[in-house]
C-alpha cells in the first residue's frame, strides 16, 4: 500500500511543478498545468483532516462539555466533578485533550506512518502554544490570505527547507464550535480574547515534497 501510495505521488510530483501558486484559488489553480496535481492531493488529505478534527471538536468537545455539561465520578469518592478539556489531560480525571492536542498526535502518528510522504500541522496568527506560529514566509503569507479571504479559497505556494523543495497548501481552521472559541477567548496565554463562531482561527499547512 506504501510503495502504491509513493508511485501516485510520483506521478503527481512532475517536474512542471516549478512556479509558486501563491494565493491561487482552485479554478486558478485548475487553469495552470503547474502544480494542480499536487493541490489536488493536499486538497484530499484536507477533507479528511478537517472532517476528523471537526467531527471531535463537535460531537466529543462540545457535546460533552458545552451542551451536555457531562459529570463524571472522582476516583475512590462520591464526589463528582464535570468533564473538561485541559492542556493537562493526561494528568486529570475526566480531561479530553484540547482539539489542538489532538490534532498534533495524529499529526505525529502520520509523520512516522508516511515515511516523507507528506506532513502537516495546525498553524495560528494567534498562538496559544508558541510552537504553532508561523515561521516561514509562505506559512506567514497563506495565513494572512486565509485570514483576508475568510477561509473562501485555500492558499497555494512553494518553499524550500533545508535545502529540500516543497508544495505547500494552506486551509482555514475556523471556531466550529462555542468550546473552541470559549478556550481561546479565556486562556490565559491567548493573544485574542474576541473570536465568534466561524472566524477563521488559524490554518492546516500540508506539505508535499517536489523532489
Excluded at 487553469?31 to 463537535?58: C, F, Q
Excluded at 502520520?110 to 507528506?118: C, I, P, V
Excluded at 478556550?183 to 496565554?189: E, L, T, Y
Excluded at 485574542?192 to 508535499?208: A, E, Q, S, W
Aim: hydrophobic letters at 40%.
Amino acid at each position: 500500500m506504501k510503495t502504491l501510495l509513493r508511485l501516485c505521488l510520483m506521478l503527481v510530483m512532475t517536474p512542471m511543478l516549478a512556479s509558486t501558486l501563491t494565493g491561487c484559488s482552485k479554478s486558478e489553480a485548475a487553469a495552470s498545468p503547474n502544480g494542480i496535481e499536487a493541490a489536488k492531493v493536499a486538497d484530499m488529505l484536507h477533507i479528511v483532516m478537517a472532517a476528523d478534527r471537526t467531527t471531535y471538536v463537535k460531537k466529543v468537545v462540545n457535546r460533552f462539555i458545552k451542551e451536555q455539561k457531562v459529570q463524571i465520578k472522582e476516583p475512590n469518592s462520591e464526589a463528582f466533578v464535570a468533564m473538561a478539556a485541559s492542556e493537562e489531560w493526561e494528568n486529570e480525571h475526566g480531561s479530553l485533550p484540547l482539539p489542538a492536542q489532538m490534532f498534533r498526535m495524529g499529526a505525529e502518528l502520520a509523520r512516522e506512518k508516511a515515511d516523507g510522504l507528506f506532513d502537516y500541522q495546525l498553524l495560528s496568527e494567534w498562538p496559544i502554544n508558541k510552537q504553532n506560529a508561523p515561521r516561514s514566509d509562505v506559512e506567514k503569507e497563506g495565513l494572512k490570505f486565509i485570514r483576508e479571504t475568510k477561509g473562501e479559497k485555500p492558499f497555494y505556494g512553494e518553499e524550500e527547507i533545508a535545502g529540500k523543495r516543497y508544495f505547500t497548501a494552506l486551509y482555514a481552521d475556523k471556531g466550529v464550535a462555542a468550546a473552541c472559541v470559549d478556550c481561546h477567548n479565556m486562556h490565559p496565554d491567548s493573544p485574542r480574547d474576541d473570536f465568534k463562531l466561524g472566524d477563521v482561527m488559524g490554518g492546516i499547512v500540508i506539505r508535499i515534497p517536489m523532489d
